[in-house]
């Protein structure tokens, strides 16, 4: 039985090592330690490699196979009820990136914020349009709770329709003191800023993914894909930009795990008198105490969210 594992994959004669910066489809773009890029394919139908992938290609004439796909410190992916979407690998953290106006969904952040504490990822919760002071100073405020269960927060203003029109500097060097080194994956609503976010700190991102595209020959690909844009020429900072969604899929979490990954909700489930406690309505329960005592460190919103996302992942469960 417990005979030694098969040689993992040998030596992989004649392979490169490569990092994935782009992926379509099946088809991903693979940038080599001199900064060299080359389309890759997939060899048979498993080993999908993402962005973020270190992997092991063979040329083949100009473009190359992918061989292999070393092993991955994390992955972060939603799950809807049909399919599972892998954003990207190897991250260092989630941008996730929402604006004063159109008025982000508390649904939605949520869910991304349990996706990264599933998949053991630091979220950064951005609030982008700083400079619509009104719909800013209520977005801000609804995001008290996330301040408090101490997510690390901040404004923005990629675009700013006012003044100049030029970004909030000291605000985008606080966001660069953030990013730097780091690999991280943005992500947010349609609108939020995330194109005016990569222009910003990428100016030549325009150009590359028209280079991209070209390279695989077909313009109409490149929307749908992820890409990795290098901040810095020494190409230690890397921004990942991913196509929106409009549903974040949360089932490949387990009811019963959720509130394990909801910070507020944590802290006062090591009170429940049943290890198997719901938190919907058993006696004893912490967290129902939370929210009956005044203050309450856990809002009205955030409970209610916990009751529909349990319902939701108790009925998809098969
Ligand atoms: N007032 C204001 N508008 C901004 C700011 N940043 C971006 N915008 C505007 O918001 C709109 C959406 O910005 P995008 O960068 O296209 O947003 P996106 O997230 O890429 O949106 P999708 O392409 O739909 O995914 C644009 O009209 C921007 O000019 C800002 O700081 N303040
Ligand atoms: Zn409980």
């Given at each position: ?19 994935v ?10 940038e ?7 389309i ?41 009820e049909?399919?599972t ?72 203003a ?21 990013i730097?080194?780091?690999k ?16 910003l ?11 991209i ?47 394990n ?5 944590k ?32 809002s ?19």
């Open positions: 039985m417990s005979k030694r594992e098969p040689r993992a994959a040998a030596s992989l004669p004649g392979t490169l090592t490569g990092l910066v782009a992926g379509f489809g099946r088809h991903v773009l693979v080599t330690e001199d900064g060299k890029r080359v890759c394919h997939p060899r048979g139908k498993k080993g999908q490699a993402l962005v973020g992938d270190n992997v092991r290609w063979l040329p083949s004439q100009d473009e190359g196979t992918i061989e292999k796909v070393d092993e991955r410190s994390n992955v972060f992916y939603r799950q809807d049909m399919r979407k892998s954003f990207a690998a190897n991250l260092d953290q989630v941008l996730i990136l929402i604006a004063a106006e159109p008025e982000f969904s508390e649904s939605q952040l949520t869910r991304a914020l349990i996706a990264a504490e599933a998949a053991r990822i630091k979220p950064i919760i951005a609030l982008n349009k700083s400079d619509l002071t009104e719909p800013f100073g209520r977005g801000w405020t609804k995001l008290a709770p996330y301040r408090n269960m101490g997510y690390e927060m901040l404004s923005l990629i675009k700013p329709k006012t003044d100049t029109g030029d970004a909030n500097q000291a605000q985008t060097d606080t966001l660069m003191a953030l730097q080194g780091k991280t994956l943005v992500l947010g609503p349609s609108g939020a800023g995330k194109s005016s976010l990569t222009n700190l990428i100016p030549q991102a325009k150009i590359l993914t028209a280079e595209s070209q390279a695989l020959n077909s313009g109409k690909h490149t929307t749908t894909s992820t890409t990795l844009y290098w901040v810095d020429a020494a190409r230690s900072t890397a921004l990942i930009d991913s196509p929106g969604f409009q549903e974040f899929g949360l089932n490949h979490i387990e009811p019963m795990q959720l509130a990954l909801m910070p507020d909700f802290r006062h489930a090591q009170n429940c008198k049943f290890y198997n406690c719901t938190h919907l309505h058993e006696p004893g329960c912490g967290v129902i105490n939370e929210i009956k005592s005044l203050p309450s460190s856990i009205a919103a955030r409970y209610r969210l916990y009751g529909e996302l349990f319902e939701d992942l108790s009925q998809t469960r098969y």
